[in-house]
């Protein structure tokens, strides 16, 4: 089977797996972080593009957030796939990379140096901040049924009271627990680059937020 070829079965692969996702998650999601990553590696050359494009496009096949007998389940079907389709030699480390690749993974474990795995995180993270971020965010938020906003909460990423109760109590919570850290999470110079306009962003967005928030308030105070 041919390069072309490949990508085309994987990517027909990837739309099936992923219905029932939240539509954050969904194919364009990770068209993005295909595209992005690819960039990325136009800039870096790093990794070797075809395993970089069939990790992109299987990154997100198995959810974290899944019960474990489902990650089970979802990583034997990847397993499957990649022998079908001929792609048993890369098939170790892309299983591998999308075991490492969430932000939220608390047990890394395996080669965490991977170009791969470093570019699919930065492209992962770059959909997370931004326009495109907010926007996944609160849709995300509406999905779980969120507040977006309660000025009773604290703002941090150490909220404790988030923390403890493992969920995140309002969208713009989610802001300060994870969104604003992303920045300085990045791997490669080019994603640094790219994620400055983005972060500027989530700032610039923060801002006007809390100003009308406030503005109404005011106007009810007064
Ligand atoms: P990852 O797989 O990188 O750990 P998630 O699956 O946790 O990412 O998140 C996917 C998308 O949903 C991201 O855009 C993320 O910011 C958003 N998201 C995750 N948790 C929340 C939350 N509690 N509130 C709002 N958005 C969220
Ligand atoms: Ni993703």
Redo the contacts with the bound molecule.
């Keep these: 089977m041919n390069w072309d070829e490949a990508i085309k079965i994987t990517e027909e692969f990837v739309r099936q797996n992923l219905t029932g996702y939240?539509s954050?998650?969904d194919w364009w999601h990770i068209d993005r972080v295909r595209n992005v990553a690819l960039f990325i590696n136009e800039q870096e050359a790093i990794a070797d593009p075809f395993t970089l494009e069939i990790a992109a496009l299987l990154h997100?096949s198995v959810?974290?957030?899944f019960s474990d007998e489902n990650i089970d389940l979802g990583y034997s079907g990847i397993d499957k796939f990649m022998d079908k389709t001929g792609l048993t030699e890369i098939k170790e480390q892309i299983i591998e990379v999308i075991r490492n690749?969430?932000?939220?993974?608390k047990n890394p474990s395996g080669n965490l140096t991977d170009p791969v795995l470093l570019i699919i995180q930065d492209a992962?993270?770059l959909?997370?901040i931004g326009a495109i971020?907010i926007a996944?965010?609160?849709?995300?938020?509406g999905f779980?049924n969120?507040v977006i906003y309660n000025p009773d909460i604290e703002l941090s990423a150490d909220n404790l009271e988030g923390k403890r109760q493992n969920?995140?109590q309002s969208?713009i919570?989610?802001f300060y627990?994870?969104?604003l850290l992303l920045k300085y999470r990045m791997n490669t110079l080019t994603a640094k680059r790219l994620a400055v306009e983005r972060h500027e962003f989530l700032e610039i967005f923060l801002k006007q937020f809390y100003k009308e928030w406030e503005f109404v308030t005011g106007v009810r105070n007064s």
């Design positions: 939240d954050g998650h997100d959810d974290s957030k690749v969430s932000f939220s993974n992962d993270r959909d997370a971020g996944r965010a609160f849709n995300y938020g779980r969120n969920f995140t969208t919570s989610h627990e994870k969104l």
